[in-house]
């Protein structure tokens, strides 16, 4: 699944011809892990870090953030561009992840993430600019959680206006932050003397000189709108007089003065193009209906006065003006006539829709209150952003239309109820089911009435089916198997041959209900029946998943060698393919779970351990869950209780509901543990023989301790002995490193020791490790 990205937005800023040196400012700045650059707008933020980028000789991407960067699936998906050029490999596999994230889930994918740029082994820069625009709390999870577990050859530069939601005090406490804030950012006196100088090629008066300094306090912005106000004046006395006693908004009164410097049609561009976020010279002449040519010869010289006008990439053929300076002219484009303003987003959204941006395109549709227009575009990117996990994101953009134009769609109304219910809100998604399929109806009865908006007619023939699938999920999540079976035939009757995905996935929920009822037979053939029609259609990832699937009906029906023969295979197939294994820890699993059906407990154990193997770098959101509850299940059958009772727990704070069901339930295993640790306490001698197998006699010498250590502290302890910092252990566990401290205070007491060697050598001398 490919997500489009403007390439703009990850490209550094180009520096003007004549810049301000400021190299001192970060020329000491290899020590800090994270570089913070926080000030108001205007205080020469970017302009300080590109220069500063510029003079390195690591790596560096480059990644501007606006308000759609909220989206978590969008801001992923940058994230995972903007890494291309640093590691190529590491890209790769994180988009593919992104592509699985429906099935690995949030956490799993951060891990990742992290592990991915741990794997980087050379020095690299990235840069978030602009970082005060994000809202979203995941994605500030996502950067407190990289902070916590932070890749050794990354260093991590946030440009923002405000300080943002992180442990700054604990940052500064560790020697890991390096800040630099307006006091640092503004124009010192020479500085700005050298600025005045260079750009108006006269020599000031000391006194007005101090005048404009005061006046600006060094505030780089200020200081660029004071030169562009005071080139060509003859009188540079009467503006300083007028500049130093009369003005109290400098931003504004500047801004007034800098358009007036400029004739109409230089005005005009301005205004007119503040609209865009980024643009080229051939956007801006088919936007203004110039002559061809024309706007490139305008932004040339915009440049070249350093009219805050920023080169977005290397080639200059985008641009974008400074945000303030932006701000500031839409400012004044408001007092415009609304309507002039309104036939400059439309004409904009249409260009933008014609080069296949849409999302640009919506974003100005809605601006100039082009609802049609906007409506269009939006129903046509529901099926694309439900695939892509954005329904939030869709329904966000839905709700901007007037509620008049989504009564008239019947896709945009089914959309509608999808986001709903994939928010969970299962009884609101119903009222705009039932809309969307009376304007579905309508539409039979009568062809297209005129009142009736369809704009994508793909997802309109599809609609029946799509509703119907949704409400066997709506069936599934409330536990009513009749409704599953009922909605997911309908649908299946519905769907049409060509549409693999949707009928692979509607199969999967009728054989889940005829797994419920126990017809475990009529399930295997549904799934096969299904296999056979998506083979080759579908991504690998849900074919093999299906293959899975199968192998777990097999150990169900008794069919432990045809079970195991299938995961085999199944494995084989991952492994060849040359594709993230998303699968292979729960694969590894299934095969633990038969060795363990086959009472070949060491060989389990084995087999659990290269399932924790790839579950620690990625697996599916149920892996955790269920390789506690084997664990668990394993530990009780040699006898060591106490470690059952603890996968138990790990299990319990991992659990994640499946659509299929368990064979055995944590209640379960539970009621197993009591009812075996009585019989054992009755029949002492089987716990003997279990202690003599060789496979556990780690296990079995940790129960001779007064307290025995947990599951998770022979996990950190076996770490320990490894060699691995408190710090690796964080990373590898994707535990916080003050927990981590917490276990080996737990470890210390009760080998009864008090440093990391000794901890080893008591545990080797006991056989724990």
């Not at 197998?693 to 947990?710: V, Y």
Request: glycine share 4%; hydrophobic share 40%.
């Amino acid at each position: 699944m490919k997500y489009p990205i403007l390439t703009t937005k990850l490209h550094k800023p180009q520096l003007p011809d004549s810049v301000i040196s400021r190299d001192k400012l970060l020329e000491d700045s290899l020590w800090a892990s994270v570089i913070l650059v926080s000030a108001q707008a205007g205080s020469g933020k970017s302009t300080v870090v590109s220069a500063w980028l510029s003079e390195q000789n690591r790596a560096h991407c480059w990644y501007s953030l606006d308000d759609w960067d909220n989206d978590l699936m969008q801001f992923f998906a940058y994230l995972v561009a903007v890494i291309k050029p640093i590691d190529e490999s590491v890209s790769e596999e994180l988009e593919q992840l992104l592509d699985a994230f429906q099935s690995i889930g949030f956490e799993a994918f951060l891990r990742a993430l992290i592990n991915q740029l741990h794997t980087i082994k050379f020095p690299f820069i990235l840069v978030l600019d602009d970082y005060h625009v994000i809202r979203n709390e995941q994605i500030h999870q996502v950067l407190r959680t990289i902070l916590e577990h932070f890749p050794p050859s990354m260093q991590l530069v946030l440009i923002t206006r405000e300080d943002p939601p992180f442990p700054l005090a604990k940052m500064r406490a560790s020697k890991k932050l390096l800040e630099l804030r307006i006091s640092k950012l503004r124009f010192t006196d020479e500085e700005a003397r050298d600025y005045f100088s260079q750009q108006l090629h006269i020599t000031l008066e000391e006194s007005q000189l101090q005048h404009l300094i005061n006046r600006t306090e060094g505030w780089i912005a200020g200081i660029q709108m004071t030169v562009l106000s005071m080139k060509g004046l003859e009188d540079i006395n009467a503006f300083i007089e007028a500049f130093t006693t009369s003005h109290y908004y400098i931003m504004d009164y500047l801004m007034e003065e800098v358009l007036e410097r400029h004739p109409p049609e230089i005005k005009e561009f301005l205004l007119s193009t503040s609209i865009l976020e980024f643009f080229s010279s051939e956007l801006c002449d088919d936007l203004l209906q110039l002559k061809e040519g024309t706007s490139s010869t305008i932004i040339k010289n915009l440049v070249k006065t350093n009219c805050f006008i920023i080169s977005a990439d290397s080639s200059y053929q985008w641009y974008r003006y400074h945000h303030l300076f932006r701000d500031l002219l839409r400012q004044r484009l408001d007092h415009q006539p609304k309507n002039e303003v309104k036939r400059l987003h439309l004409c904009a959204g249409l260009l933008f829709k014609a080069n296949e941006r849409e999302q640009e395109a919506i974003h100005h549709f809605l601006k100039a209150d082009a609802f049609d227009n906007a409506a269009a575009l939006i129903e046509c990117k529901w099926a694309e952003m439900d695939i892509q996990l954005k329904s939030a994101s869709w329904l966000d953009m839905a709700k901007k239309l007037p509620a008049v134009i989504i009564d008239r769609s019947p896709v945009l109304s089914m959309g509608y109820g999808w986001a709903l219910l994939d928010m969970g809100e299962v009884e609101a998604c119903k009222e705009w089911f039932n809309k969307a399929q009376g304007l579905y109806d309508r539409c039979q009865e009568d062809t297209y009435p005129e009142d009736i908006i369809i704009s994508d007619i793909t997802q309109f023939n599809l609609l029946p089916a799509t509703i119907l699938s949704a409400y066997g999920y709506i069936a599934a999540a409330t536990g009513d198997v009749e409704g599953i079976f009922k909605y997911t035939q309908e649908a299946l009757a519905l769907i049409p041959i060509d549409q693999h995905y949707k009928q692979a996935i509607v199969s999967m929920l009728l054989a889940t209900a005829h797994w419920i009822m126990g017809d475990l037979h009529k399930a295997e053939v549904v799934i096969i029946q299904s296999l056979k029609s998506i083979k080759g259609f579908v991504n690998p990832l849900l074919e093999n998943s299906f293959y899975m699937v199968l192998g777990e009906l097999h150990i169900l029906q008794g069919e432990l060698s045809k079970a195991k023969a299938m995961i085999e295979q199944t494995i084989s197939n991952v492994t060849v393919e040359n594709r993230v294994p998303i699968l292979l820890a729960s694969l590894y699993l299934g095969l633990a779970k038969i060795a363990f059906l086959r009472n070949e407990n060491n060989e389990a154990y084995t087999l659990l351990e290269e399932s924790k193997t790839y579950g620690q770098q990625y697996a599916l959101m149920d892996w955790k869950y269920k390789y506690n509850m084997l664990l668990a299940r394993i530990y009780c059958s040699e006898g060591l209780y106490d470690l059952a009772r603890d996968c138990i727990m790990e299990g319990k704070a991992n659990y994640h509901m499946n659509p299929l069901p368990d064979e055995i339930t944590l209640e379960d295993v539970e009621i197993q543990i009591d009812n075996a640790e009585k019989s054992h306490h009755q029949y002492p001698k089987s716990v003997v023989e279990a202690s003599n197998k060789p496979g556990f006699s780690r296990e079995h010498a940790n129960q001779s301790l007064s307290e025995p250590l947990t599951v998770r502290e022979l996990e950190v302890l076996a770490l320990i002995a490894a060699g691995l910092s408190n710090q690796e252990i964080s990373d590898t566990l994707f535990l916080a490193l003050s927990t981590v401290k917490s276990y080996n205070q737990n470890i210390f007491g009760k080998l009864q020791v008090n440093r990391r060697t000794l901890a080893v050598s008591k545990a080797k001398e006991l056989g724990i490790v």
